[in-house]
């Protein structure tokens, strides 16, 4: 797969400063190459075989390997064609990644399917080991939203190409392709011609229990991070080659890969990093992502010009990451 990474956009929000959880998401923004899937097994032609209709799925995926989630290993995930997923026994479902009712066509005729001739319009999965790690990618290929299954021509009017990764360290992307929605129908949600109803263009993840819930707002590469009740469409839609990844970071002591201090605190106008980890570089963000200081890693860096209140700490390596949290009086 060729590899093209031009921009990284990150928006860091710390779980652990609200629930005392050992697992965190940083929230990154990125550009690289979409490759549409030439190794894989097709759901639509899997659904034919058996006597299913081919245009709707919902589907136990098995990673492979135990995928960690807000602190819990998991074997396999329920995703479907709306683009949602869920683990069993979770009071909602996990996973938003860009979600709406899409549909597969054929020939431009969505109600009919013809298992003789090629499908070009199709969700497929494969896994894969990329860079030295597990993957399980699931891609939507030529799919549609509901709104446009009644024009004659769906590629004109709404075809969509984008792909879930689920990676063997806790990682979750979601890779967009071409995606040809008429604009000047989107206005931040689409409507189902039936009942009027409004679906957003949803992106987000939360835990098992419904109580840790990250969601973003706004655009792929400008966004803010909101819960699930609260207003969390996009008002945009992404260009291809981009993506949005939840990342997951160790914040504990105890996920770093030396021993010994690894304490940062507060004193006056000073934040001191007591600690024996090597790093290049630091950045400050508040809660809501925005950038406040960055520079050369120091053991002491002045915070006299930070308002009171709660903040990350992200400090970079060539080999490793770190966010702690910190408070400002």
Same mark, same amino acid.
């Given at each position: 797969m060729k590899r093209d990474i031009k921009l990284f956009f990150i928006l860091v929000f710390i779980l652990t400063a609200f629930t005392g959880s050992s697992q965190s998401y940083v929230v990154e923004y990125f550009e690289e190459n979409y490759d549409t899937l030439d190794t894989y097994t097709s759901i639509c032609n899997e659904n034919a075989l058996i006597a299913i209709a081919p245009f709707f799925f919902a589907k136990e995926f098995e990673f492979g390997f135990d995928f960690p989630f807000f602190g819990k290993n998991y074997a396999s995930v329920v995703?479907?064609?709306? =683009?949602?997923?869920?683990?069993? =026994?979770?009071?909602?479902?996990?996973?938003?990644?860009?979600?709406?009712?899409?549909?597969?066509?054929y020939w431009n005729d969505p109600f009919r399917y013809e298992s003789a001739r090629p499908v070009e319009s199709d969700w497929r999965y494969t896994?894969?080991?990329?860079?030295?790690?597990?993957?399980?990618?699931?891609?939507?290929?030529?799919?549609?939203?509901?709104?446009?299954?009644?024009?004659?021509?769906?590629?004109?009017?709404?075809?969509?190409?984008?792909?879930?990764?689920?990676w063997e360290n806790g990682d979750i992307e979601v890779r967009f392709g071409e995606i040809l929605i008429d604009s000047t129908l989107f206005k931040g949600a689409m409507q189902d011609p039936i009942d009027s109803t409004f679906y957003t263009?949803?992106?987000?993840?939360?835990?098992?229990?419904?109580?840790?819930?990250?969601?973003?707002e706004g655009t792929i590469n400008n966004f803010v991070l909101?819960?699930?009740?609260?207003?969390?469409?996009?008002?945009?839609?992404?260009?291809?080659?981009? =993506?949005?990844?939840?990342?997951?970071?160790?914040?504990?002591?105890?996920?770093?890969?030396?021993q010994g201090k690894n304490e940062i605190y507060v004193e006056g106008e000073v934040l001191h990093?007591?600690?024996?980890?090597?790093?290049?570089?630091?950045?400050?963000?508040?809660?809501?992502?925005?950038?406040?200081?960055? =520079?050369v890693y120091e053991n002491e860096i002045d915070i006299s010009q930070l308002a009171s209140g709660m903040y990350v700490l992200q400090q970079k390596s060539k080999t490793f990451n770190q966010s702690k949290i910190f408070v400002k009086m």
């Open positions: 995703m479907d064609n709306d =683009g949602v997923g869920i683990f069993e =026994g979770s009071v909602q479902y996990n996973f938003y990644l860009f979600t709406s009712l899409w549909h597969v066509y896994h894969s080991t990329r860079n030295g790690k597990k993957v399980l990618i699931i891609e939507h290929r030529h799919v549609a939203p509901f709104v446009f299954d009644t024009k004659a021509s769906p590629y004109n009017g709404g075809d969509v190409n984008f792909q879930q990764w689920f263009l949803g992106i987000g993840i939360q835990n098992y229990e419904n109580t840790q819930q990250m969601f973003i909101t819960k699930f009740d609260d207003e969390n469409s996009l008002d945009s839609l992404p260009k291809p080659n981009t =993506g949005v990844r939840f990342k997951y970071m160790p914040v504990s002591t105890k996920d770093t890969p030396n990093l007591d600690q024996n980890l090597e790093f290049d570089t630091f950045c400050i963000y508040n809660l809501s992502g925005q950038l406040m200081r960055s =520079g």
